[in-house]
């Protein structure tokens, strides 16, 4: 029999629980959880929330997601500002599924394999750049990696020139849609990365057009898959609901996949006996001989650093729906229409399922202890039916990217003894406080001399090019340049 009254969190009169969820909302949402059980409401400034967290509220989302739960409220404003009707975080039941069949593939674990050399080369040449012995913000040089693997490999177009109008643009418009910013249409510095965005995404347009595929003979990607939905089915895909999902290859890895990095380069350099570890099957993975699957899949300790970053750090430690319909859970009835965000990594830090859960141990996931094979407590990618969909595509590139942090260069932390601080909006992220220092150079570049002229070398003629000739020009230059192994297709077509 379901009780009507549902215990409220912690807040402030006016603005609710802004500030605990700002200074650190994981650990917020335990320690709610903890004192009010698996349901409570939580209020954002004049936004209210019902919040269900725990074991329990994974299991109710990963079986009766479908059913009871909708996903399009939230991310309506968003689609808006890419003048689109809808998207695949936004879509339900089978629009949903049909969006998942199309993006499948191109975000597929089997797709990141196959470029993972395409990669590892990207990672060296942004790692070249970074000077030696100088503070270098941790979260946006990884930004820039992995942002460009994704665009370069997924989307066929490297985002560097568009790197920090990306970053400001996603950043705006995912602080809107937790908190509204009516003011944000007018920012100068806004509206330029908008139209930066604008200009990239006409670029990728035009890359897959008839006549440049032709010309560059390049294997059909996730642009592809997503244009012949287009064409076939432009009731049902409509071209203002291109620009979004074209979009997702710049933003999908930008905070998630770079975060983790960051945070797991942070607890690496805090446990020396596992960097160790993890450097070493980076050193194997590099240097090695066996073929690249079989090396990623020999990183034991490496996968393991990576879950268990995850588990201590997830950069999604929250879903938001709307209750579909109305229903009961833990005894209590949620009404249809309310506003519900599901807590999904409340779990990782309950004792019962992970004892000690402050320590960073990366011996929970092995077969005597298998932590996180409990049903339902470890969810770093959400549940249910918009559990990620890259979840594959990301652990590959983690691995493969941290590998090449580690393989290249020796790195400490800037401040010896710095412990973490982190932001929390619009994702969980380390600050910018957290730096590293190149104290020197192990692997195969060097800076500004690459080993191979597509390396270090590349990347500054890149630059220059760019500046100088105009993106065209650079681009035609870029073309003739790239090596046909870098993702076994051309950089650009
Ligand atoms: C550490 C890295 C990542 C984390 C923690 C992560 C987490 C998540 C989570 C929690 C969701 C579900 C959102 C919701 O239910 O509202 C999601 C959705 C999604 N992710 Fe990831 N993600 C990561 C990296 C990636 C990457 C690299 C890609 C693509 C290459 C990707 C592609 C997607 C897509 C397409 C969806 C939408 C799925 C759907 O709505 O059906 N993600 N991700």
Same mark, same amino acid.
């Given at each position: 029999m379901a009780t009507s009254t549902i215990p409220m969190a912690r807040g402030l009169p006016g603005i609710g629980s802004v500030f605990d969820m700002a200074r650190d909302m994981r650990a917020f949402l335990t320690e709610s959880y903890l004192e009010h059980g698996p349901v409570y409401r939580m209020r954002l400034l004049n936004q209210q929330f019902t919040v269900l967290a725990g074991e329990q509220a994974n299991r109710f989302l990963a079986r009766h997601g479908t059913k009871h739960f909708r996903s399009f409220e939230f991310w309506s404003g968003f689609n808006a500002w890419f003048g689109a009707a809808r998207s695949t975080l936004s879509a339900?039941?089978?629009?949903?599924?049909?969006f998942r069949r199309t993006l499948k593939r191109g975000y597929s674990r089997e797709y990141a394999?196959?470029? =993972?050399?395409g =990669? #590892?080369? #990207?990672?060296? !040449?942004?790692?070249?750049?970074?000077?030696?012995?100088?503070?270098?913000?941790?979260?946006?040089?990884?930004? !820039?990696?992995?942002?460009d693997q994704v665009g370069t490999l997924v989307a066929g177009v490297s985002p560097r020139p568009y790197n920090d109008d990306l970053v400001c643009y996603v950043h705006g418009l995912l602080s809107a849609t937790i908190v509204p910013r009516p003011y944000l249409r007018w920012s100068p510095r806004f509206r330029r990365a908008s139209a930066q965005v604008d200009k990239l995404y006409h670029e990728v347009i035009e890359c897959h057009s008839g006549s440049m595929r032709e010309r560059h003979g390049a294997e059909p990607d996730l642009i592809d898959d997503l244009l012949n939905l287009h064409e076939s089915d432009p009731k049902f895909f409509p071209e203002a609901d291109l620009k979004i999902a074209a979009m997702g290859p710049f933003v999908a890895a930008l905070d998630t996949v770079a975060g983790t990095c960051a945070f797991m380069l942070y607890a690496l350099l805090r446990h020396p006996d596992v960097l160790e570890r993890v450097r070493d099957e980076a050193d194997a993975l590099l240097t090695g001989s066996a073929p690249p699957e079989q090396a990623l899949r020999e990183m034991d300790a490496m996968h393991r650093?990576? =879950?268990?970053?995850?588990?201590?750090?997830?950069?999604?430690?929250?879903?938001? !729906?709307? $209750? $579909?319909?109305?229903?009961?859970?833990?005894?209590?009835? #949620?009404p249809a229409g309310e506003r519900v965000m599901i807590a999904t990594a409340v779990p990782h830090y309950l004792p019962e399922f992970f004892p000690e859960p402050e320590r960073f141990d990366i011996d929970r996931y092995g077969p005597e202890r298998a932590e996180h094979k409990q049903p339902y407590v470890y969810a770093p990618f959400g549940l249910g039916p918009h559990r990620c969909l890259g979840?594959?595509?990301?652990?590959v590139q983690i691995a493969t990217t941290m590998a090449t942090v580690l393989h290249e260069v020796d790195l400490d932390l800037d401040r010896a003894g710095y412990n973490l601080k982190t932001t929390q909006i619009p994702m969980p992220a380390p600050a910018e406080s957290f730096k590293v220092r190149v104290r020197g150079r192990r692997g195969a570049v060097q800076p500004l001399a690459g080993r191979k002229p597509w390396g270090a070398l590349g990347a500054v003629l890149g630059g220059a090019l760019w500046g100088a000739l105009g993106a065209e020009a650079a681009r035609e230059a870029f073309r003739s340049m790239t090596p046909a192994h870098l993702g076994r297709r051309p950089l650009i077509r």
């Amino acid at each position: 029999m379901a009780t009507s009254t549902i215990p409220m969190a912690r807040g402030l009169p006016g603005i609710g629980s802004v500030f605990d969820m700002a200074r650190d909302m994981r650990a917020f949402l335990t320690e709610s959880y903890l004192e009010h059980g698996p349901v409570y409401r939580m209020r954002l400034l004049n936004q209210q929330f019902t919040v269900l967290a725990g074991e329990q509220a994974n299991r109710f989302l990963a079986r009766h997601g479908t059913k009871h739960f909708r996903s399009f409220e939230f991310w309506s404003g968003f689609n808006a500002w890419f003048g689109a009707a809808r998207s695949t975080l936004s879509a339900d039941g089978a629009e949903h599924a049909a969006f998942r069949r199309t993006l499948k593939r191109g975000y597929s674990r089997e797709y990141a394999v196959e470029r =993972m050399d395409g =990669m #590892i080369d #990207i990672a060296r !040449r942004e790692i070249a750049a970074w000077p030696e012995g100088k503070p270098i913000p941790a979260v946006p040089a990884l930004q !820039r990696v992995v942002t460009d693997q994704v665009g370069t490999l997924v989307a066929g177009v490297s985002p560097r020139p568009y790197n920090d109008d990306l970053v400001c643009y996603v950043h705006g418009l995912l602080s809107a849609t937790i908190v509204p910013r009516p003011y944000l249409r007018w920012s100068p510095r806004f509206r330029r990365a908008s139209a930066q965005v604008d200009k990239l995404y006409h670029e990728v347009i035009e890359c897959h057009s008839g006549s440049m595929r032709e010309r560059h003979g390049a294997e059909p990607d996730l642009i592809d898959d997503l244009l012949n939905l287009h064409e076939s089915d432009p009731k049902f895909f409509p071209e203002a609901d291109l620009k979004i999902a074209a979009m997702g290859p710049f933003v999908a890895a930008l905070d998630t996949v770079a975060g983790t990095c960051a945070f797991m380069l942070y607890a690496l350099l805090r446990h020396p006996d596992v960097l160790e570890r993890v450097r070493d099957e980076a050193d194997a993975l590099l240097t090695g001989s066996a073929p690249p699957e079989q090396a990623l899949r020999e990183m034991d300790a490496m996968h393991r650093a990576a =879950m268990e970053t995850m588990r201590m750090y997830p950069v999604t430690p929250l879903l938001v !729906r709307t $209750a $579909a319909n109305s229903f009961e859970f833990a005894g209590h009835r #949620i009404p249809a229409g309310e506003r519900v965000m599901i807590a999904t990594a409340v779990p990782h830090y309950l004792p019962e399922f992970f004892p000690e859960p402050e320590r960073f141990d990366i011996d929970r996931y092995g077969p005597e202890r298998a932590e996180h094979k409990q049903p339902y407590v470890y969810a770093p990618f959400g549940l249910g039916p918009h559990r990620c969909l890259g979840n594959g595509f990301a652990e590959v590139q983690i691995a493969t990217t941290m590998a090449t942090v580690l393989h290249e260069v020796d790195l400490d932390l800037d401040r010896a003894g710095y412990n973490l601080k982190t932001t929390q909006i619009p994702m969980p992220a380390p600050a910018e406080s957290f730096k590293v220092r190149v104290r020197g150079r192990r692997g195969a570049v060097q800076p500004l001399a690459g080993r191979k002229p597509w390396g270090a070398l590349g990347a500054v003629l890149g630059g220059a090019l760019w500046g100088a000739l105009g993106a065209e020009a650079a681009r035609e230059a870029f073309r003739s340049m790239t090596p046909a192994h870098l993702g076994r297709r051309p950089l650009i077509r």
